[in-house]
């Protein structure tokens, strides 16, 4: 069955306490939606920083959430001289440690930095059409010029998702994936 490909640049998810002391007292404001329901990419971006280098211009995304999380690639690692876990978004404990910076403040936020699983995006629905029930994880081929199949890829449910298959620009670049492309699960 196929998957629509979701290309996902660095981002921070945050709470609202954490957004404030970087912010203000500036609302988050939407440029625009995102394909997951209810999720949106903000006009807000922070520096991500360690003692060893920095990342500027990290987008912020909406809505607040209860727990402040930096998603990384591999490459931003490098960057930054640190070795976050791969993870499941919300699997934070002992993740990596930064600083953000915003405009109004800095904040050190420990165990917040993950380099995000490769995975789909997909409801109780979804797995029953597709024949998905019971699974974990998948193999999905990439088609293309420097096509390949990728090994563990994670299904993510939830009640209120768009059938996608999120990567990490690392990912994304090795295959010569963009957004919207066609993945299929194998």
């Known amino acids: 069955m196929m998957v629509s490909i979701g290309v996902s640049n660095r981002h921070v998810h945050i709470t609202r306490e954490n957004y404030q002391i970087l912010f203000g007292n500036i609302e988050l404001e939407k440029v625009r939606d995102l394909n997951q329901p209810g999720e949106f990419a903000s006009n ?13 211009k990290v987008r912020v995304l909406g809505p607040f959430r209860n727990y402040t999380q930096v998603e990384i690639s591999k490459t931003d690692a490098y960057k930054l001289n640190l070795d976050p876990p791969i993870r499941n978004s919300g699997d934070l404990e002992e993740s990596g440690t930064v600083t953000l910076i915003g405009p109004c403040g ?3 936020v420990k165990n917040c930095c993950i380099i995000p699983t490769r995975h789909i995006h997909l ?21 293309g010029k420097k096509g390949g199949i990728i090994t563990n890829v994670y299904l993510k449910y939830s009640d209120n998702a768009y059938f996608e298959l999120h990567l990490d620009t690392d990912d994304a670049n090795a295959h010569l994936i963009k957004n919207g492309d066609i993945g299929e699960i194998l």
């Open 44 to 56: 807000q971006f922070v520096t991500v920083k360690t003692d060893d280098g920095e990342i500027e």
């Open 106 to 108: 800095e904040l050190l």
């Open 123 to 143: 409801t109780k629905e979804h797995a029953k059409a597709y024949g998905l029930e019971g699974k974990e994880t998948v193999n999905v081929k990439l088609n």
